[in-house]
């Protein structure tokens, strides 16, 4: 099977996509909730997947990071010309995808470092303690406390950099900025570009949709588990009757 990256307009030739995702469909037993879903990304973009509650966000990174639920049961998933749509959760892990789930899943009973040295445990490795807490102060100023008694936007940090302590390629996060001040989303915003400049490609849920369109480079919206927009997130931004209608904002 060759990657079906001619089946896309919206790249140039000139830029085969990194992550292709193709005509996907996935159900949580007889519910069809991820309908025919295409998007490409580019090698260290940052794409903002949108849309509203119950649109299919959340199933669609599960879908990509090879979970079992929901199923897949058609299209494609391809990483840097290898089939995830053939590949089991680990697999799809052990190739790159690290999904940085809503619920952020500290461990509890384990000190900031413990959570980070637990995410080093097996090769290949990713970013050394000190190049993360380069990146995250607060972590480094917070090693030895327990990971769960941190703020919710350390704790975000602190799952975004669990991610970072593997060998990482495409990092997918769910509303990481959920329940967190604007100051603190504008410093983990500040950190997820610079982890963009360091190679990373990234897809982004959130429902500040504003605050992820001003951090990303393109946009796909989703509305009943469908496409319904992709381009640009400037696009998105300048577009106030498309975010009314599938954005409410
Ligand atoms: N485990 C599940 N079993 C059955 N249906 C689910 C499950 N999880 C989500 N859904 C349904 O799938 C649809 C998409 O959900 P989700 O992907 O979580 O949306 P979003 O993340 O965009 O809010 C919703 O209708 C939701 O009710
Ligand atoms: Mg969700």
Avoid at 65 to 78: F, N, Q, S, V, Y
Avoid at 88 to 109: C, M, Q, T, Y
Wanted: net charge negative; no cysteine; glycine share 8%.
């Amino acid at each position: 099977m060759n990657a079906p990256f001619n089946k896309h307009a919206n790249n140039a030739a000139t830029h085969p996509a990194y992550l292709s995702v193709w005509e996907i469909e996935a159900y949580y037993g007889e519910s069809y909730i991820v309908q025919n879903v295409s998007f490409n990304i580019h090698e260290g973009e940052i794409l903002a997947l949108l849309g509203r509650n119950g649109a299919g966000k959340t199933s669609t990174l599960r879908t990509i990071a090879r979970l079992d639920d929901p199923a897949l049961t058609h299209g494609e998933i391809w990483l840097d010309h290898k089939p995830l749509h053939e590949m089991k959760s680990h697999e799809a892990a052990a190739n790159g995808i690290s999904l940085v789930p809503e619920d952020r899943r500290i461990i509890p009973g384990l000190t900031v470092e413990e959570n980070l040295q637990l995410a080093q445990i097996a090769p290949p490795h990713g970013w050394s303690l000190d190049r993360i807490y380069d990146l995250f102060p607060r972590l480094g100023e917070r090693r030895k406390q327990e990971g769960v008694t941190l703020s919710g936007g350390e704790q975000q940090m602190l799952s975004i950099a669990r991610a970072l302590a593997r060998d990482i390629k495409v990092l997918l996060l769910d509303e990481p900025y959920e329940g967190l001040a604007p100051v603190i989303v504008q410093e983990i915003a500040k950190t997820l570009g610079v982890i963009r400049d360091q190679g990373i490609t990234t897809i982004i849920v959130e429902q500040n949709a504003v605050a992820a369109l001003k951090l990303a480079d393109r946009a796909v919206i989703l509305d009943i588990g469908k496409v319904v927009f992709d381009g640009s997130a400037a696009e998105v931004l300048e577009n106030e009757d498309l975010r009314a209608q599938y954005l409410a904002i």
